[in-house]
């Protein structure tokens, strides 16, 4: 902010001195401010004089917080400087703060591989981001594929997500029933799967097994690690065109945190499927 740019250019330089000096004694009557008053007291005075001669060649740019391309913030970036870096400049006068730029974090391919990066290049590369500032040397990516225990969960993503439960094995402990009694969970000792999936956003999410060429599934949430089970289902019937049973569970999740989803079948029945996140 530069009350003494009168002119406007950017730049505190002669024509705001000319502007002080040719409205110097002119006060305003409340319907006008004279162009020469920098203090703004309504009044073009020696105050108004010294205060130009005092920012004299000053750079008057405006500046806010610039959000970097690879990750984090830069504060007190001119729109051009912001712009020239391939940056994302969030207006004059806004701070990092407010500005809630995306950082980093590490992404999760199904090869057990991660690399550090920006969240949407993680996602069009078909990885999984694990969430803002975190890092390889921190995060396990299990391998795709494995699945058959809550260690070697697959990475789900937002979407569809094939799975079959012909040749996995019971993990334990069994499901809690208690959370979901009267949907038919009916673990009964049944092969599972396991899925791990990081939120992209935060808000309430819909975990689904309806496939119309699928089984009767029975399906478990967790949330944060494989022993803090925070939801079931064994049947529901709030999504069209599935099989006769389907799971389905909607629950708040958190941008950036871990969940494990966990599927078997009504009376350890098993087969392929899909799971649908969104």
């Known amino acids: 902010?530069?009350?003494?740019?009168?002119?406007?250019?950017?730049?505190?330089?002669?024509?705001?001195?000319?502007?002080?000096?040719?409205?110097?004694?002119?006060?305003?009557?409340g319907s006008f401010k004279p162009a020469g008053d920098v203090d703004g007291d309504c009044c073009v005075t020696v105050a108004d004089l010294l205060s130009v001669v005092e920012a004299w060649g000053n750079d008057c740019t405006p500046v806010g917080a610039c959000c970097l391309p690879e990750g984090g913030c830069s504060e007190a970036e001119t729109e051009a400087a912001c712009l020239s870096a391939n940056g994302e400049y969030n207006g004059d006068d806004s701070t990092c703060n407010s500005a809630a730029c995306p950082d980093n974090g590490a992404c999760c391919f199904d090869d057990g591989s991660c690399t550090y990066g920006m969240p949407d290049d993680c996602i069009n590369l078909g990885g999984a981001f694990q969430g803002n500032g975190t890092t390889c040397d921190t995060t396990d990516c299990p391998i795709a594929g494995a699945g058959d225990e809550c260690s070697g969960a697959i990475i789900a993503t937002d979407g569809a997500n094939p799975f079959e439960t012909v040749t996995a094995t019971p993990s334990s402990p069994e499901p809690d029933e208690s959370q979901c009694s009267g949907t038919f969970l009916d673990w009964m000792g049944s092969a599972d799967i396991w899925f791990r999936y990081t939120a992209t956003s935060s808000g309430l999410t819909h975990f689904t097994t309806c496939d119309s060429s699928s089984y009767d599934t029975s399906m478990v949430l967790y949330e944060g690690s494989c022993?803090?089970?925070?939801?079931c289902n064994g049947d529901s019937s709030g999504d069209t065109g599935c099989?006769?049973?389907?799971?389905?569970?909607?629950?708040?999740?958190?941008?950036?945190?871990?969940?494990?989803?966990?599927?078997?079948?009504?009376?350890?029945?098993?087969g392929s499927g899909t799971l649908t996140i969104n």
């Open 243 to 270: 099989q006769s049973y389907h799971s389905e569970i909607d629950y708040t999740v958190q941008a950036g945190s871990t969940y494990y989803i966990r599927i078997g079948g009504w009376q350890a029945d098993t």
């Open 227 to 231: 022993d803090n089970q925070v939801a």
């Open 1 to 29: 902010f530069c009350p003494q740019d009168i002119d406007g250019n950017y730049s505190v330089n002669v024509i705001d001195l000319l502007a002080v000096i040719d409205t110097f004694g002119v006060c305003g009557d």
